[in-house]
Every structure is written in C-alpha cells, then in structure tokens.
C-alpha cells in the first residue's frame, strides 16, 4: 500500500533528517533553539509549510496528532512550520547527546 501524506510530527522529522547534512546538524547544535528557528524561518521553515502542512494529503490526521485541539484551532502553515522546527532541534541536539554518550 502506498504510502500517503505525513500523519505525524514524528514522521516528517524522519523524513526531513535523511536529507538534512551531518555538517548542518553540526551547525545546529552550536545554536539556541530560538535561533534555529529564527534563522530557517526563510529556508527550511519554507520547505515545512509547503511540503507537510499545505501539500500533506494527511493533514486532519497530522493537526489531530498534535493533540490539544484548542491550540491548534486556527493552525497555519507558519506556526506549524515553527513546531516542526522546534521538534527538528529538540531531536537534533539529543541525537548529538546521545552519540556522545556512546563515545564514552
């Protein structure tokens, strides 16, 4: 069966990984989460709004993923993009955590 949309946050944070660089990452662990955000608002905050919230085939399902449905009543592309960006560092910087607890 194929596959269609993205269902969960979960989903396009695996997704988006296996493109992101391993010297980006790098990049990224040097940088406070507002700052990641701030500065991929433009560039892979883009990509996000377009790809897994305006063009995903499974967006009811994702916006239900997120859970409170209060909060999220009025979702947009641009405040959806900024979650996935914070899930995107928060998952980045314990990625690297736990690489470097393994080196020890």
């Known amino acids: 069966m194929k596959k269609v949309g993205y269902s969960t946050v979960d989903i396009i944070?695996?997704?988006?990984?296996?493109?992101i660089p391993l010297d980006f990452q790098e990049k990224v662990k040097q940088m406070t989460c507002d700052e990641f955000i701030i500065k991929q608002h433009f560039n892979l905050g883009m990509i996000i709004k377009d790809k897994y919230f305006y063009k995903n085939?499974?967006?009811?399902?994702?916006v239900k993923s997120l859970g409170d449905k209060k909060k999220y009543i009025f979702l947009d592309g641009d405040v959806f993009s900024e979650i996935v960006l914070e899930k995107l560092y928060e998952r980045i910087k314990k990625k690297i955590r736990k690489e470097k607890s393994e080196e020890k």
């Open 57 to 62: 085939k499974a967006r009811e399902h994702l």
């Open 13 to 19: 944070l695996d997704d988006i990984l296996k493109t």
